[in-house]
């Protein structure tokens, strides 16, 4: 980041939430989206499909990122083997087709895995944007419980409704065990 | 979790994770044998044990790099030794991981949730334990990159026609995407080591390996995704290595090999002798680490009832292969069938239906099944019989095949039990490593199946 840019950085992340138990933490996460926030984030230490619902979550394109990998796998894996056998390095075996299509499955079925596995486990990670060492979030002393048993919701102050005071007041509402401010 | 049908005490078992058990506890206790537990003296001890056993692989590959693979009791007929035996036994123990942390994933099978680390770990080690035999097989294994396609000044290409160029595709593949599937799963279990560990040189070694994961709902949502497709894509995989390594036999036309019903009796073999190994792993590591509140009595039961079906699949597989003899009306293989059951190589046929068909059926019993020290024997006796399964399928095939003339007796030599002995030793030497850096139990899953991990929430309302 350019020194402009720190400059004009806001001094608050945004305010961070605690909640003792799973429930509290999906609750707080619908009325949270219900309130018209957008820019916010739960945390937990296990994945939660009611969470996903409550917060609209439906990115799909790890999916579709891994047919297209898959694809080319399969299509490589293909040309590979074709290209070997009939121009690089053709063998006239009784006169038999070079391009021996079932021979070749089982090279096309492993690089169409192989690929398809690479782009779902890659995608992943880049589309979550890891690695990451530094965020926001680990400014936040009892944050480190959201690993391993502690809930967390984090609203940020780039949200267009944030305010320092009313998100305070909106997020004691929702019966936190501890309300936090987070440094950038 | 409470059990959503009430079974019969003839059927239950117990839960499948002790119920006094809360997030932070689970995590604490799986956390702290990595972060906390002492260096014990029997932990030291196992460890020089392997790494004793693990010599064995130095030394044996350093001779037979210095005179070659005339070192080991392969011959002419009998081109195939110990290298293949072993490789094949090998991949086939990695399977069960997969399998447990894949197809168990996609049937939604909880109980999986505290084994499927280990599993993967056994995955890892094992087929890199399979790989060094292949390559130590071409006599010249600094040549091995030959395998590969590449651009080279010889204008060489490999034979995509060949199963041993599927072989490299399937094996390499396969480790590939093992090693993916685990580190993608160890991911939020790192970042627990990281937070709560106390000692920086851990801070600094699990924050960056866990990547800076945080947990975020939406990071959990891809990676979920994620999970579910590497779990789809590890499936098909699994079956079509162990079928392409029994395309190395049926592609063949040796007696004995030359069969249709090798891919599926190899998948359900490998699966067989995976999940014996996983009962021989689990059994003491649960018992050395307390660990019987989570890898309950459940588990045990269920592995064990897994072992039984494909043992029973793999009983199938040896009367058709018998019946195949016989019906083929073909008189090579009807030698083979009664040369393999009578001939120079009998008892290792015999002794293998004793460990593979006759000792598993002991685990018709509740009783057998819920006993760690006799399953633990059972356990063992399938190991040796699922090594003996490919030693009659590699040597009483090839030792005799059409020609009387070309017929020879294989027996290993010291080299080969060396190199043998040696992969066990480096096998146990990543175990012992793993289980005091890395934790042995995927602690985000086992807090998912915890009551008090459920959600009682509709449309923003607490329901309970």
């Known amino acids: ?85 009939a121009v690089a390095y053709p063998l006239n075996i009784g006169g038999r087709p070079l391009i021996s299509v079932p021979m070749f499955i089982p090279v096309t079925f492993e690089c169409t895995i192989l690929l ?19 965020h926001p979030v680990f400014n936040v002393d009892p944050f480190a419980g959201a690993s391993r048993s502690k809930f967390f919701l984090c609203i940020e102050s780039a949200d267009p409704k944030f305010d320092r005071h009313a998100t305070e007041n909106f997020l004691a509402g929702l019966n936190p065990s501890e309300i936090a401010e987070v440094a950038p | 979790m409470a059990q959503p049908v009430e079974l019969p005490d003839t059927i239950y078992v117990g839960p499948v994770i002790d119920e006094s058990h809360s997030i932070a506890s689970v995590s604490d206790k799986v956390g702290n044998i ?65 399998l447990i942390s894949a197809v168990l994933l996609l049937l939604n099978q909880s ?20 790989g060094m035999f292949p390559v130590l097989h071409t006599g010249r294994p600094w040549l091995a990159y030959w395998m590969l396609p590449f651009p080279n000044t010889m204008s060489l290409w490999p034979q995509f026609r060949s199963p041993l160029l599927w072989d490299v595709f399937a094996v390499s593949t396969y480790l590939t995407i093992s090693a993916v599937f685990w580190f993608v799963g160890l991911l939020p279990d790192l970042a627990t080591l990281r937070d709560t560990s106390t000692k920086r040189y851990q801070q600094v070694i699990y ?14 949502q891809r990676y979920e995704k994620a999970s579910l497709l590497l779990a789809g894509l590890a ?96 008189k090579y293989e009807r030698y083979m069938i009664w040369n393999r059951m009578f001939g120079a190589y009998a008892p ?31 356990s063992i006796i399938v190991n040796i019989g699922m090594w003996l399964e490919r030693f009659v399928i590699v040597i009483t095939s090839l030792h005799r095949d059409f020609l009387p003339s070309s017929w020879g007796i294989y027996a290993p030599t010291v080299w080969d039990w060396a190199v043998y002995v040696g992969t066990i030793g480096l096998f146990m030497t990543l175990i012992f490593l793993f289980v005091r850096v890395l934790p042995m139990i995927t602690i985000f899953e086992l807090r998912m199946i915890l009551p008090s991990a459920e959600v009682h929430e509709k449309k923003g309302v607490v329901t309970r």
């Not at chain 2, 084994?115 to 995955?123: C, D, K, L, S, V």
């Not at chain 2, 290792?348 to 399953?375: M, V």
Request: glycine share 10%; with cysteine; proline share 4%.
């Open chain 1, 116 to 134: 398809a596995g690479l782009t779902a486990a890659i995608s992943m990670l880049v589309m979550n944007g890891l690695p990451s060492p530094y």
């Open chain 2, 348 to 378: 290792f046929y015999w002794a293998l239906i004793f460990c593979n068909i006759i000792t598993p059926q002991f685990l018709w019993s509740k009783k057998i099944r819920t006993s760690p020290g006799i399953l633990w024997i059972i």
């Open chain 2, 235 to 330: 499936t098909p995989l699994v079956v079509s290595v162990h079928t392409v390594v029994s395309f190395d036999f049926a592609v063949s036309i040796i007696p004995g090999w030359h069969t249709t019903i090798f891919p599926p009796y190899f998948v359900a073999g490998a699966i067989y002798s995976g999940f014996a190994m996983v009962l021989t792993l689990m059994i003491p590591v649960r018992k050395f680490y307390g660990l019987d509140d989570i890898i309950t009595m459940r588990h045990l039961n269920n592995m064990a009832k897994v072992t039984l079906a494909t043992g029973l699949v793999v009983a199938y597989g040896y009367i058709m292969e018998a019946f195949f003899g016989y019906f083929s009306a073909d």
């Open chain 1, 1 to 85: 980041m350019s020194s402009h840019a720190k400059e004009t950085a806001p001094s608050l992340y945004g305010l961070m939430a605690e909640f003792a138990t799973p429930t509290e933490l999906v609750v707080a996460a619908r009325r949270t989206r219900e309130a018209g926030f957008r820019k916010f984030d739960a945390f937990s230490p296990y994945p939660m499909h009611e969470l996903d619902e409550a917060m609209d979550l439906h990115d799909n394109r790890v999916a579709k990122f891994t047919f297209i990998g898959g694809l080319c796998g399969c299509v490589g894996g293909f040309s590979l083997a074709s290209w070997c056998a």
């Open chain 2, 34 to 98: 990595v972060l906390k537990r002492k260096i014990t003296l029997g932990w030291t001890f196992g460890l020089f044990i392997a790494l004793g056993l693990l010599q064995g692989v130095a030394a044996g590959s350093v001779w037979l790099f210095m005179k070659g693979v005339g070192v080991w009791g392969i011959n002419i007929p009998n081109g195939w030794g110990f290298a293949i035996i072993n490789f094949v036994w090998w991949i086939g123990i990695g399977h069960a991981g997969t």
């Open chain 2, 111 to 130: 109980w999986r949730n505290a084994i499927n680390r280990f599993a993967e770990a056994m995955t890892l080690f094992a087929v890199m334990c399979a």
């Open chain 2, 207 to 220: 924050g960056m390996l866990s990547m800076g994961w945080r947990g975020s709902a939406r990071h959990w």
